[in-house]
């Protein structure tokens, strides 16, 4: 029963790795070509078909199982732990990368389709059927649920996706190669196979010591810019380019700041909601993990506390600890008067009952659900439950210029919760134009109480920012809800164009 207990404990391998392969390609998608939700609905959906055919092919396989057996598990090692080297690589070199990435899920899915028929051909002499079939999905199903728990938490955070890649495709064919010892006495071309596992290895151990030399030439051809900082979280990748004199920080290789322009960003962001605002003792900010608004919040003396929630601890630490981040936000995130903490905001919103005077909305744009439900009915209303009286938010509404339709669909979101809601927008260079949404929890305001000499950009003239022309404008006005989140589709559907 050792060998049976074996091949069983391959099934749980086969599971494990196959479900890695297939999160790496749908996280690879996400990060390249954005969209996350088709990119992930794809890959899972042709991973699930092409293990059908995978499936339906092995039937065909009639002789010599546990030799093909072990030869498709090197395949599936061999061609799985390259996967995301190779997807990183030709990214950049490819007119139709997306043809590449579900043919390598394809090829593994067939793979991983073909070997769990032999199997149970190769088991049904040592189970009764019923056993037989209860054992090798149980087997299958509690590998899926550790692969769908481990990758996030732990192999990504730890190691990132070509390091995770290659260690489970080492780990395929180490398997394949125990099996060629294993069973000796029934492979007529076990030395054959042995060498083929030995070299698969050697192939797999060499690119896994250059695995980070492969990531900083992909990554260099995919910023054309210097990379001289990248760190991979459980929640993103971190990159921070330098070109001249400007550093750019790309978040899941979308650019989240240009140390050129991003003082226009923060200080319209910023400034015009505490120009017009009677208090400002208690402040919160959403998001703003890079301590650039808070940098801003903290150039009015009469700010006595900020409490910034950001989900990214690591993020967070980086830009308390790493000199070129400090140096960005001027150590704002370390000031005595800054608190910050890690949770999610949708959640965290929940949890505690502080009210603030001015709340700062600083997310990312709405690319999928789990950003989409931060731009909700529901979320404005935990907001407004946390805000004084006559107190002020803003939200980075995206841009009305290349996304009008969002932009105005959080316009209309925000009203229907709040009564004064001011659409306004400011030139980017790095970006274009920019929208933002400032909302007051009361009557409105329009008399500057206070102001901050030396600002590089914003003037407090709040109304020069106010007017949009024909071309940023929309009759489509939605409410995004959080059962619906029409949002999400129709930025995608906007930025897609880009």
């Known amino acids: 029963m050792k060998i049976e207990r074996l091949i069983l404990f391959t099934i749980f391998i086969i599971s494990t790795c ?21 990119q992930f609905s794809l890959v899972i959906g042709i991973y699930l078909f092409s293990m059908g055919i995978g499936s339906f092919l092995s039937k065909f396989i009639t002789k010599n199982l546990i030799s093909k057996f072990i030869e498709i598990e090197l395949l599936i090692g061999l061609i799985g732990g390259l996967s995301a080297p190779i997807l990183f690589l030709i990214f950049n070199y490819v007119d139709f990368f997306e043809f590449y990435l579900y043919f390598i899920v394809f090829l593994i ?14 088991l049904q002499d040592k189970f009764k059927f019923n056993t037989l079939v209860s054992n090798v999905f149980t087997f299958d199903y509690i590998g899926a649920l550790l692969a769908s728990i481990a990758f996030p938490i732990f192999f990504v ?32 071309n076990n030395f054959y196979i042995k060498v083929k596992a030995f070299l698969m290895l050697i192939v797999l151990i060499i690119t896994l010591l250059n695995a980070d030399k492969i ?6 051809g995919l910023y054309g810019e210097n990379i ?16 001249n004199s400007d550093y750019k920080l790309y978040l899941n290789n979308n650019l989240q700041f240009s140390s050129f322009d991003e003082y226009r960003y923060h200080e319209a962001f910023v400034h015009p909601a505490i120009s017009l605002s009677k208090n400002i003792d208690n402040i919160l900010i959403l998001g703003g993990g890079d301590g650039m608004a808070a940098r801003e919040i903290l150039k009015y003396n009469d700010v006595k506390k900020i409490t ?3 989900l990214d601890s690591e993020m967070t630490n980086e830009f308390k600890t790493n000199k070129l981040f400090v140096k960005l936000n001027e150590n ?45 009915t529901s979320f ?13 938010v803003v939200i980075q509404s995206t841009s009305p210029f290349f996304a009008p339709k969002s932009f105005w669909c959080i316009n209309t979101t925000l009203k229907d919760t709040f009564v004064n809601t001011i659409p306004y927008h400011v030139y980017l260079p790095s970006f274009g134009e920019w929208g933002f949404n400032l909302v007051f929890n009361g009557n409105e305001k329009s008399k500057i109480i206070r102001q901050v000499p030396n600002l590089k950009f914003y003037d407090f003239k709040f109304n020069n920012f106010c007017f949009f022309s024909k071309d940023m404008q929309s009759s489509d006005l939605i409410i995004n809800r959080l059962d619906n989140q029409n949002l999400v589709t129709i930025f995608n559907q906007e930025w897609s164009k880009y």
Not at 382 to 391: A, F, P, Q, R, W
Request: charged share 20%.
């Open 18 to 38: 196959g479900l890695i392969y297939e999160l790496i390609a749908g996280t690879i998608a996400s990060y390249l070509l954005g969209d996350s939700i088709t």
């Open 109 to 122: 899915g067939c793979l991983v389709g073909l070997e769990i028929p032999i199997l149970m051909i190769i």
């Open 157 to 188: 955070p730890k190691f990132g996706l070509i390091n995770t890649s290659i260690i489970f495709g080492i780990i395929n064919v180490i398997v394949g190669l125990i099996m060629c010892y294993i069973f000796k006495d029934l492979l007529k």
């Open 215 to 220: 990531l900083s030439f992909s990554e260099k």
């Open 228 to 243: 001289i900082f990248a760190k991979t979280t459980k929640y993103q990748r971190l990159v921070l380019t330098h070109e």
């Open 308 to 310: 910034l929630v950001d």
């Open 332 to 376: 704002s995130l370390n000031s005595p008067k800054v608190k910050t903490i890690n949770k999610d905001a949708f959640i965290w919103l929940d949890k505690y009952a502080f009210k603030y005077d001015i709340i700062f909305i600083d997310f990312p744009d709405p690319s999928n659900f789990s950003l989409g439900k931060l731009y909700s």
């Open 380 to 392: 404005y209303k935990k907001v407004k439950s946390h805000l004084n009286v006559n107190g002020t």
